[in-house]
Structures are given as structure tokens and as C-alpha cells.
């Protein structure tokens, strides 16, 4: 019985990695592609940025379904040594994870006070020739 568990974490563990790495890749794709559009019809700087905050999503999202499998894989009779290598893996990952959170966060309340300054000056802009 114990194997026949062991052999559908093995496959459910196999579909999450599976699951996340197409997160990541479909994201990375996406990311590019707006890239390239974005490059070809505004060359600014925040332009960009929109892009960067969707990519940092799939990365993180990807790297939470990583984090599932590592879980999975040791829901089985785990040893030690594969314990030890779940916690490495994933204070790695949340680590990461946290790093990019925290990025997505900082990029995305520096596009709202551009918005905000944008809104602001293009209302005085219209105010002033009144």
C-alpha cells in the first residue's frame, strides 16, 4: 500500500513541477512579447515597468507550485537527509519569493505616485489655461 502512495506522489509531484514550470516559461513568453511591443512603440524607462511586475508574478506563482512539489515529495515516509533538503529548498524559495514580493511591492507603489504625479500635473496643466 505504502508503495502504490509513493508511486502517485512520485506522478502528482511530477504534474506540479510540471504546472509550475509552465507558469514560469508561459510567463517568460508573455513577459518578452510585451517586452517587445512595449520596446517598438515607447522607449521610456516605465514603460517597462508594467512588464516587470507581471513577470515577477508567473515567477513567484511558478516558484509557489515548485515549493508544492518539493512538499509533495516528501509527504512519504521521508528521511532525514530529505527533510534536510526540503527545508534548504524551501527557505531558498520563500526566500526568493519574498525578495520578489517585496519588489513587486515597491515597483507597483512607485507606478501609482508616477500615475498620481501624472493625474496631478496634467489637471494643473488643464486648470492653468482656463
Known sequence: MEELLAEVVNVLVVIVEACGAA?????????????????????????????????????????????????????????????????AVAAIRTALNYFLSKEIAEERRQVAAEQDHHEVTSTDHRGSGV
Do not use: H, N, Y
Open 23 to 87: 507558469v514560469i516559461i508561459i510567463g517568460a513568453v508573455w513577459a518578452f512579447a510585451r517586452f517587445a511591443w512595449v520596446g517598438f512603440r515607447q522607449r521610456t524607462t516605465a514603460a517597462f515597468v508594467p512588464v516587470r511586475l507581471t513577470l515577477g508574478r508567473f515567477l513567484a506563482l511558478g516558484l509557489e507550485f515548485q515549493l508544492a512539489s518539493d512538499v509533495l515529495r516528501t509527504a512519504v515516509a521521508p528521511s532525514w537527509e530529505e527533510l534536510g533538503q526540503l527545508a
